[in-house]
């Protein structure tokens, strides 16, 4: 067979505009939009081509001939933008606080560009610490016999390829510790080409859970060096031989200690390692402080919390309000959170139910009325996906809330459901504003708060394109990029 013939490589330089949704400088060159792995604003770089489209082209720099006045040296010695750094961070060569008001500016430039909505006024960004921040994580495990036997951690970047990492300046410094000496438990275990990852979970009390995913059953030999390893690094051992469900910790006492706390409210939401939890746990409080606070909630109010999970905004909103109404599509987070409630003292004053709320409606909210009564808040944090058929739902309907705080992962679908809202609705974009829970990546975290107006007597053209754009998409659910 006739070897491939390897390109050579292509070389161009530049002067970069602006950052992307992904943190990648932004040129144009020849007509077309080139997006840079590792440049900033205000730069000339030179850059190697690695993906030549007809409208763009993606590349990664090689030299900076002029240098941002935001650029800074990367604390971490796996990141970079060739072959064989870490996928793990995207802006360690960008000051930590020029990252912020990129995210906004992202934000900002999303909900307009996407959406032709523009917030009232701006909610000042949120802070946090800057490293060892990330309490939840997914290492892959490969055994490597050419890089030297057995690497645990995350990929490379654009590649299926572990990184050779020994430290991670993201995760909290004792689970870095515990990168090299995890290579070599792996190593020593005869399942170790069965065991693709590991998972990380650390609670708000430091206490540390690593789940082992086997593909085969580990012999007892493997058990006791996995359960000497948790003792000698005061860590929990989990084993999940199938889905997430099947997680279960080695030692049953373990099985609950992970504990997330919020300590203005007095509440701690217990969690299983493979739950989804804010990586950041810091932001994490600081973030249901301010959603709970824009919220307005007073003793009086009902509360409807879309996309509940177990519990991270329902239980802190019970302590103010006088009834919350969890809203969850698993039916087994809703049992959870209804523990959570319990176990909190919480459960006179909170609701669960199980509902598909991609496919919510005007009939599901009227139900929910009927059941409840009157919702005078309601609390909205879905995943990427967004929600439009609740945005949908309460751009339709006469019963209205009197505000409502949009939590969002993603900026591109915040944008498409407050379009909707505000549109089709008539409701007021009254402030929106980001959270910095993933420090040196490009993941924007955002808050939104809207507030019911009259309904427009018809659909705006605004309205009417943002429509178009989702029927064409095929796809209720689908995520819009600026680029586009």
């Known amino acids: 067979m006739a070897r491939r013939k390897e390109k050579t490589p292509e070389y161009f330089t530049v002067d970069v505009e602006r950052l992307d949704q992904e943190g990648r400088g932004v040129a144009r060159r020849d007509g077309k939009v080139v997006f840079i792995q590792g440049a900033l604003p205000g730069e000339n770089v030179t850059y190697e081509r690695l993906r030549n489209k007809t409208s763009f082209e993606v590349g990664r720099v090689t030299a900076v001939h002029r240098e941002s006045v935001q ?8 990141f970079g933008h060739g072959p064989g750094s870490c996928g793990g961070c995207a802006m360690q060569h960008l000051e930590a606080r020029a990252q912020v008001a990129y995210k906004e500016k992202v934000l900002l430039d999303t909900l307009w560009h996407i959406g032709k909505v523009c917030p009232e006024s701006i909610i000042p960004p949120i802070y946090g610490p800057t490293w060892h921040y990330r309490h939840r994580a997914r290492l892959t495990v490969r055994d490597v016999p050419k890089k030297g036997g057995v690497l645990v951690g995350f990929h490379e970047k654009a590649s299926s390829y572990v990184c050779d990492m020994k430290t991670c300046k993201i995760l909290p410094k004792h689970v870095s510790d515990m990168l090299v000496p995890m290579r070599e438990l792996v190593s020593e275990l005869s399942i170790r080409q069965r065991m693709p990852q590991i998972e990380v979970a650390v609670g708000g009390d430091g206490r540390t859970a690593l789940v082992f995913r086997t593909l085969e059953t580990p012999t007892p030999e493997d058990m006791e060096k996995l359960l000497a ?15 997430p469900e099947s997680a279960h910790a080695v030692r049953p ?4 200690a992970l504990g997330l706390y919020l300590s203005e409210f007095n509440v701690r939401i217990g969690f299983k390692p493979t739950d989804f939890t804010q990586v950041n746990h810091a932001l994490n409080e600081t973030m249901v402080s301010r959603a709970v606070r824009l919220l307005g909630v007073e003793p009086h109010h009902h509360v409807a919390d879309f996309f509940c999970g177990l519990g991270n905004f329902t239980l802190p909103l019970a302590r103010k309000a006088k009834t919350v109404i969890g809203i969850e599509g698993s039916e087994g987070l809703v049992a959870r959170a209804r523990q959570g409630a ?11 139910t199980a509902r598909n709320l991609f496919t919510w409606c005007e009939a599901d909210w009227d139900d929910l009325r009927a059941r409840y009564g009157t919702i005078d808040r309601v609390l909205i944090d879905p995943p990427r996906e967004g929600a439009l058929a609740l945005a949908r739902t309460l751009a339709a309907t006469d019963h209205r809330p009197e505000r409502v705080v949009y939590v969002s992962c993603n900026p591109a679908t915040l944008a498409r459901d407050c379009a909707i809202l505000h549109h089709e609705g008539g409701w007021h974009i009254r402030a929106a504003g980001i959270m910095n829970m993933f420090p040196h990546t490009g993941h924007v975290e955002s808050i939104a708060v809207l507030e019911p107006g009259p309904k427009p007597e018809k659909k705006s053209e605004e309205a009417e394109a943002i429509e178009r754009r989702i029927e064409a998409s095929g796809d209720d659910k689908v995520t819009m990029h600026l680029d586009a």
């Open 71 to 78: 650029r800074v040296k990367p604390a971490c010695p796996a």
């Open 229 to 243: 390893f948790g003792d000698k690094y005061g860590a929990d051992i989990w084993l999940q031989p199938k889905g």
């Open 253 to 256: 006492e373990n099985e609950h």
């Open 342 to 352: 319990a176990d909190n003292g919480l459960k006179d004053k909170t609701s669960f």
